[in-house]
């Protein structure tokens, strides 16, 4: 008995020498990984400050929007840099970035610090200070307004007696004007977003009353041309197809917007004189044109209409790194003049007459919306503001950031509405389109439930300061 308690006795304190070595080496790995997780810390963080700017891009925010221009996803960091470290260098980082793009090495002192075990490669751009455009150039090339008409439709405006056998009448041989044009401007690239147009709100044909409409799309060439390879060739079949392409000869660039609507104006003078209404806007918008010709019933063709998301005491944008910088010496001013939203507005056609040659009188501006503005004041014609053109995009409310503004029963009872996707658009138009739709505020039984049609109003100066960032940030 006394041998087997010895023996009990010596295992017990191998074992317990055993579980006191796996405690120790649990501790030590235990130690190691804590280690080894506090080293790798600032690089977990770095990856997510990453994948955060990344979803800006894919949420389309107004700062992402301005990093396109410059492909990478590190033009999408620096908005998060604090301000206040991020001015001061900006002047000087800018000019060599300018003449040299690939070279995107700068990068924020703050960043920097951060990165210190990481290659220099991965810093990507800094926050842009000047934008890619020749704004002296611009002043020097700005008299060179007239440009040839490479695709024509001489005969979109000219409605007669095929229209009138497809609604089963006989031909009389006699030709009239649209009642609305809709002008749609547009990319030669952006094919399928003019695609989903005509075949939704842009489509053609005789509407309510007889009241017919024709659409045409605005384009120039494409300054880079071979990411499109036989863009002309594309751009002809298309005209051959539709028959609705108006093609001119200078760049399809953002600041040659203005080129684009003092031609287009041009040719409504010259190939479009008698059309009674001219609906005009960007491409990813919705339309509810039916809301639009209730909106028109009482007015006179032959008088000044412009109506629109009217913008009064903008101001000049003097941000470098903004999509809408102005430099003082191009625009000295304090305040634009008031314009109109360009995702869409309503003008009659004697109106548009008129502007035809007020702008070939105004001098060129870079930004179209503010141009258009200027000849408006040539005139004398004050824009009318109207709650239904959302050109600005729908808010969504700070109190319920999951609310769902999406929604049919909404957008039924607006004009225009911007920033929508080629999905969106085709889905709202077949959702207001669905004969099963109910809205509870319905309080009739109509097929035109639109109630704003007394809430056009002429800005004056005591209405609301858009102020500098919901005008352009936003836009």
Sequence with gaps: MA???????VKADVLCTMLLLMLFCLLLYAHQVVLSSGWDRPVWKLEIHGSTSSSRTLLGTSKAKAGQESPGIPSQLPPCKPKTKSKPPPSKLKPPQL??????????????QR???VPTKTAGKPLPTLPPFDFEGYLKEKDNRNFKLLIDQPEKCHIGGAEEEEEGGESKGTTTSPYMLIAVKSIPADFEKRQ??????????????????????????PRNRTALPLWDRLMTYESQTFGDILLWDFEDTFFNLTLKETHFLKWVNSSCPDVKFIFKGDADVY????????????????QDLFVGDIIIHAKPIRRRNSKYYVPEFVYG??????YAGGGGFVMSGHTA??????????ELFPIDDVFLGMCLQLIGVKPSRHQGFRTF???????????????PCFYRELMVVHSLSVPQIWLMWNLLHDPRLSCHNRTRQTSWPFKWKDKMEKTAGEEKDYGEKQVFITH
């Design 196 to 221: 989903v147009v005509r075949r939704t709100w842009g489509k053609e044909g005789l509407f309510q009353n007889g009241v017919s409409i024709r659409t045409v799309f605005l384009l120039g060439v």
């Design 393 to 407: 995009g729908i808010p969504r409310p700070s109190a319920a950031p999951h609310l769902q503004t999406f929604d």
């Design 287 to 302: 339309v509810n044109v039916d809301n639009i010709l209730e909106m028109l019933k009482g007015q006179k063709p032959d």
């Design 3 to 9: 041998t087997l308690r010895r023996i009990l006795h």
């Design 115 to 117: 990165k210190n075990a």
């Design 353 to 362: 007459r008129r502007l035809s040659s007020a702008c070939q009188q105004v």
């Design 333 to 338: 001013g304090g305040l634009y003049p008031n």
């Design 99 to 112: 003449k040299s793009k690939p070279q995107v090495k700068s990068k924020g002192n703050s960043k920097s």
